[in-house]
């Protein structure tokens, strides 16, 4: 697919990955529709972005009625939708059950599983499902990807986040086998540790610890996840996969 004046909806857009994906498909002559909750960020990223027509949207992905109203919004001021990138989502870290002197004294609450599971998984299939049939009313061909995480394996205290992570690259390969006849194409990212604003701010003892496990010995840069996802939309060929960026590291 061309990027030159295609339609591309990007959550989680005003910062970090969302914000480097955004930069990047604008800088190939894309129209972006960014949505996220953060309205100060989003529009500051909005007005930032290279070349012209693209537009915002205060949204929460994990709430039916505001997707639907964000994606009416966005096919009024840009018209049909070519492409979604999934990627707002949250952590909320916290041991299954944290024990001390062989007594447990705290566990992972069920706000913390819900609220990750409801932006990260729920999101996902609200956004995707909003996009998807959007494009086949209007009988156009596009692609959705799905970001996830090499955490989807399984990764200590992310009980919340592993499962969402892992369906969310379950549901990539469903919509795949299901979306294709419409010509609608899915795939997934999922981004090792990458040299986002959050992750910058960490202890230089912990970023030093967690570097140190990667064989390419550095964190991923913000720009580096975005050349995947343009590699994505513009290659045809490209469905139902997985593409893990991690310089090597395998939780």
């Known amino acids: 697919m061309k990027l030159e004046e295609?339609?591309?909806?990007?959550?989680?857009?005003?910062?970090?990955?969302?914000?480097?994906?955004a930069h990047q498909l604008a800088e190939?002559?894309?129209?972006?529709?960014?949505?996220?909750?953060?309205?100060?960020?989003l529009f500051q990223t909005r007005d930032s972005l290279p070349g012209s027509g693209h537009h915002a949207v205060v949204?929460?992905?994990?709430?039916?009625?505001?997707?639907?109203?964000?994606?009416?919004?966005?096919?009024?001021?840009?018209?049909?939708?070519d492409g979604l990138v999934n990627n707002a989502g949250i952590t909320r870290d916290g041991l299954l059950v944290k024990v001390k002197d062989g007594e447990v004294v705290d566990r992972l609450s069920l706000q913390?599983?819900?609220q990750v599971i409801d932006?990260?998984?729920?999101?996902?299939f609200l956004c995707g499902r909003a996009a998807a049939e959007r494009m086949i009313r209007g009988g156009r061909k596009g692609v959705i990807i799905n970001i996830a995480s090499i955490s989807r394996d399984g990764n200590f205290?992310?009980?919340?986040?592993?499962?969402?992570?892992?369906g969310t690259a379950a549901m990539t390969v469903t919509w795949a086998k299901e979306l294709a006849?419409?010509?609608i194409r899915t795939a997934s990212v999922s981004p090792g540790f990458t040299e986002t604003e959050l992750v910058a701010a960490m202890p230089e003892k912990a970023i030093n610890k967690i570097t140190s496990a990667i064989p390419a010995a550095r964190l991923?840069?913000?720009?580096?996840?975005?050349?995947?996802?343009r590699f994505i939309i513009e290659n045809d060929y490209v469905n139902g996969r997985d593409f893990a960026i991690d310089g090597g590291l395998r939780l």
């Open 6 to 21: 295609s339609t591309i909806v990007i959550t989680g857009a005003a910062r970090g990955l969302g914000a480097a994906m």
């Open 28 to 41: 190939a002559g894309a129209r972006i529709a960014l949505i996220d909750l953060q309205s100060d960020l």
């Open 59 to 81: 949204a929460s992905v994990s709430d039916e009625q505001q997707v639907e109203a964000a994606f009416e919004e966005i096919e009024e001021q840009l018209g049909s939708i």
């Open 112 to 114: 913390q599983w819900q």
């Open 119 to 124: 932006v990260n998984l729920t999101g996902v």
């Open 157 to 166: 205290g992310q009980t919340n986040y592993t499962a969402a992570k892992a």
């Open 181 to 183: 006849r419409y010509g």
């Open 220 to 229: 991923a840069q913000p720009a580096e996840i975005a050349s995947t996802i």
